[in-house]
């Protein structure tokens, strides 16, 4: 498949050093290119250019970095000239179906809840005792995780990797949500949830959520698939979903018309929130299709251990609860998060990337005790609030302010009172002001122990 052919890497970052030595291990030949030629320090048997516009002549398969746009000039020029064109994910694919039993595949893909569930999942999965790992978009590389034989992966996959795919056929995946956001890579939310809806086209399970109008639609797209939907409510036959304060399976029953198994309960699960628990029943569907018990689910719901920077609480001051959410990045995602909770100072802003936040203000107005304001964009939601949240007080902090973060808290500490929740929950992305989202959860753990240890020193 691999042997003696000339494979053009486009890259040279995480994926580039995790496919180099797949492929050389293959006996391919290879070239690595960067836009950055100090990125390409490092590489041991292959060539390396910088800054390449075209495939050299004697290439017949580019793999690609997500990041990379398809307009950009070296991919652009690759499909010019016939030369195929794929990412790390199909890559690790084809090379775990080359193994004598290919690990099995559990898929997530959504604009919001990807972390999340995929780490229930993983939990479930090993409290189940099978050989599984989380991999793809959360650090741990689907490459390395095909190399490593692990049996079952649990996997997060953005849509710039699904781009890149074309014939991924998961055991079971789900598209978990679509809403507004990489519209400047896409180009259109339509282009977007085609990208996320790939994921799907081949898989055996289809999982889907009935509350979520995008991942419904394109569930339904797969005709041939096994349909498994889940909905915060009562599951309808064939659903998982919420019966009082239960988790409900009548999809992997004996008789889904009159039958139901238990899962947990939603105390079990962990961070808190409706759109957590929707996560959970994703998880759960997941598990399910594999053949995971119900008491494994309840087990690995109850050991999952959330991820940094969503929804953690990182102090509490005066009887108000500082929650650090700064991995919600987009409005969907921070409407989840702001619904959690009924009293708020919201503490939003940042790069909206073209993302709308009127709908986000009208769901959460009723609840906001206030608003602080940071980032490029924190015009736009403040206008967004004034429209209509007109009697929700804001506060914006200002540009040149040297330590945004600490100004944001102390503002918000300033309209809190007992009982309420300080939530950065920001609705956009971070890079105007911090290197990244954990950077800027960082800033919101140290500004609210400053803020805490100031009040102990007054005391």
Request: hydrophobic share 50%; charged share 20%; glycine share 10%.
């Amino acid at each position: 498949m691999f042997a003696g052919r000339h494979v053009l890497v486009a890259g040279a970052g995480v994926t580039g050093r995790s496919a180099v030595p797949a492929l050389l291990e293959l006996g391919a030949r290879v070239t690595v290119t960067d836009s950055d030629a100090a990125r390409l320090a490092g590489f041991e048997g292959v060539a390396t250019a910088a800054g390449l516009t075209a495939p050299p002549a004697d290439v017949d398969l580019v793999v690609t970095s997500p990041g990379w746009r398809p307009a950009s000039p070296l991919l652009a020029a690759a499909a010019e000239a016939g030369i195929e064109v794929i990412g790390d994910v199909e890559l690790a694919w084809r090379l775990g179906q080359r193994r004598g039993k290919p690990p099995v595949w559990l898929a997530v893909t959504g604009t919001n809840g990807k972390t999340t569930t995929v780490g229930m999942l993983e939990s479930i999965l090993r409290a189940a005792g099978l050989n599984a790992v989380a991999c793809g978009n959360v650090g741990f590389a689907v490459l390395d995780a095909v190399g490593a034989g692990y049996d079952v992966l649990a996997v997060e996959l953005s849509s710039f990797q699904l781009h890149w795919s074309s014939t991924l056929a998961p055991h079971a995946a789900v598209v978990l949500n679509v809403a507004e956001d990489h519209l400047d890579w896409h180009g259109s939310l339509e282009a977007y949830a085609a990208d996320k809806g790939k994921l799907l086209e081949r898989a055996a399970v289809v999982v889907h959520n009935a509350d979520d109008a995008w991942s419904t639609r394109l569930a339904a797209a797969n005709e041939r698939a096994r349909h498994v939907g889940f909905r915060l409510g009562t599951p309808r036959p064939g659903e998982l979903g919420l019966v009082e304060d239960l988790l409900i399976d009548r999809a992997y029953v004996d008789d889904p018309a009159t039958g139901a198994e238990e899962l947990c309960g939603a105390a079990d699960v962990r961070p808190a929130g409706p759109h957590n628990l929707a996560n959970a029943l994703a998880a759960a569907a997941l598990a399910r299709a594999h053949g995971v018990s119900t008491g494994a689910v309840a087990k690995g719901l109850r050991e999952f251990q959330p991820g940094a920077h969503r929804a953690v609480e990182v102090g509490e001051v005066g009887g108000v609860r500082y929650i650090d959410d700064s991995k919600a990045t987009n409005p969907h995602a921070a409407a989840g998060s702001l619904l959690a909770h009924p009293r708020v100072v919201w503490i939003a802003g940042g790069l909206l990337k073209g993302a709308h936040v009127d709908d986000l203000v009208t769901a959460v107005a009723g609840r906001l005790r206030g608003a602080v304001l940071l980032g490029t964009d924190s015009g736009v939601i403040a206008a967004a609030l004034a429209r209509h949240a007109p009697n929700v007080p804001v506060r914006q902090v200002p540009p040149g302010d040297d330590e945004p973060m600490n100004a944001a808290v102390e503002a918000a500490r300033v309209l809190a009172r007992p009982g309420d929740v300080v939530l950065l929950a920001p609705a956009a992305a971070s890079m105007d002001q911090f290197r990244d989202y954990a950077h800027r959860g960082d800033a919101f753990a140290t500004a609210v122990r400053a803020l805490r240890d100031g009040v102990d020193d007054r005391g």
